[in-house]
């Protein structure tokens, strides 16, 4: 079957993104596609190369990163939730007049039509969130 | 980028209180970029959603909470074509609201009657 992933919780403070994950992880071991994981809300934040989190835990941003980079998957962190949270890729840092960017290896930032997109074209959509 | 002619059954479940939280300001917005491709949407309110419909909010500096007034949106959606607006029947009693309360009319549903459109959709947002 393939999926589209909707994550709306941002890293640690709700389950949500461990969740998102844990089916990510095992829908692709079962065979399964998955078109897309967009990041909506504070789920944003699961796109953020600044987290330093305890060593002994789980590390939520690395470990989508390398999800992605062993699967090919199409993390996409939506533009104007970004915007809103400060979340800015070098290009969005650049026309903003921002002195920084912070956006993880491996997430992209794109509209929301692609959340829309990803919705038309798999079988089925989870979202994950509060 | 869409697939041609594709029209899929959307529903956009909203569940929050406005401003509270940003759910359903973020909801809305999702709703206005998805206008562009054609579906076949639905917006339901429940439980503390209804609220989002609610007149006369105070939003204002002077004598509210200051904040941008998002809620004649919902009123403008008409001109997106979207059309098919839900509240839960139990959600607006629990709270005391009649349909007048609202800012936009709306068909009132019954728990069986919101679980049958949740079954006939094809894609469900829950914000």
């Known amino acids: 079957m393939k999926f589209a992933i909707l994550v709306n919780e941002g890293p640690y403070q709700h389950q949500a993104s461990d969740s998102a994950y844990q089916f990510t992880k095992a829908a692709l071991e079962k065979g399964h596609d998955i078109f897309r994981v967009f990041f909506y809300h504070d789920g944003v934040n699961n796109g953020s190369r600044l987290t330093v989190p305890p060593q002994d835990d789980r590390h939520i941003v690395n470990r989508w990163s390398e999800l992605g980079k062993e699967h090919s998957l199409d993390l996409v962190l939506c533009i104007a939730a970004a915007q809103r949270r400060g979340m800015l890729d070098e290009n969005e840092a650049k026309r903003q007049g921002k002195d920084a960017n912070n956006i993880a290896e491996g997430f992209r930032i794109s509209g929301l039509g692609q959340l829309i997109e990803a919705g038309i074209q798999s079988e089925r959509l989870m979202v994950f969130g509060d | ?127």
């Open chain 2, 1 to 127: 980028m869409e697939a041609e002619g594709v029209v899929k059954k959307f529903l956009y479940l909203n569940r929050k209180a406005p401003y509270g939280t940003i759910y359903a300001l973020e909801s809305l917005e999702v709703v206005l970029i998805g206008a562009a491709f054609e579906q076949d949407v639905s917006l339901a309110f429940i439980d503390d959603g209804v609220y989002q419909l609610k007149k006369d909010q105070k939003t204002s500096v002077n004598d509210g909470i200051g904040v941008k007034n998002f809620s004649k949106t919902y009123g403008a959606l008409e001109g997106y074509d979207v059309e098919k607006l839900y509240v839960d029947k139990k959600s607006m009693e629990e709270r005391g609201l009649l349909e007048e309360d609202l800012i936009v009319p709306v068909e009132v549903l019954n728990d069986t009657q919101m679980a049958e459109l949740m079954d006939q959709q094809e894609v469900i947002f829950s914000f």
